[in-house]
């Protein structure tokens, strides 16, 4: 069984840093596109940030040139380093990987979600 593991959200002042961790486990053949959407309350959940295997990095609008997606394919692990924090960016932020397990099956794996709150 495959399980994506958010950490390192709470609650941090407008201006302040988090950096949040996705670690990828079970029976994982390889992992392809990597990425970390989030959802605000009453809102659809938006993609934040891709990052291929390649370590190619793309960037919604809202958060480029202050979030940095990074991963580890060792590891099976990505990051999302989150810097100049606005209230808008308050929601729950979900990893995402696409992969294919060690059945041959491909998998759009989800975590489980992890709370991020900026106070104003």
């Known amino acids: 069984q495959v399980q994506l593991v958010e950490s390192g959200g709470g609650l941090v002042q407008t201006g302040g840093s988090l950096r949040l961790s996705c670690a990828a486990s079970?029976?994982?053949?390889?992992?392809?596109?990597m990425a970390w959407y989030r959802q605000s309350t009453g809102d659809k959940r938006e993609l934040v940030a891709t990052i291929t295997a390649g370590q190619t990095a793309k960037y919604s609008d809202s958060v480029k040139d202050r979030f940095i997606i990074s991963r580890d394919n060792g590891k099976k692990m990505v990051w999302l380093q989150m810097n100049r924090l606005k209230p808008e960016d308050t929601a729950v932020y979900y990893c995402?990987?696409?992969?294919?397990?060690?059945?041959?099956?491909?998998?759009?794996?989800w975590g489980q979600g992890t709370l991020v709150t900026v106070s104003s």
């Open positions: 995402n990987a696409d992969l294919i397990q060690g059945t041959g099956g491909v998998l759009d794996a």
């Open positions: 079970g029976n994982i053949f390889d992992i392809n596109n």
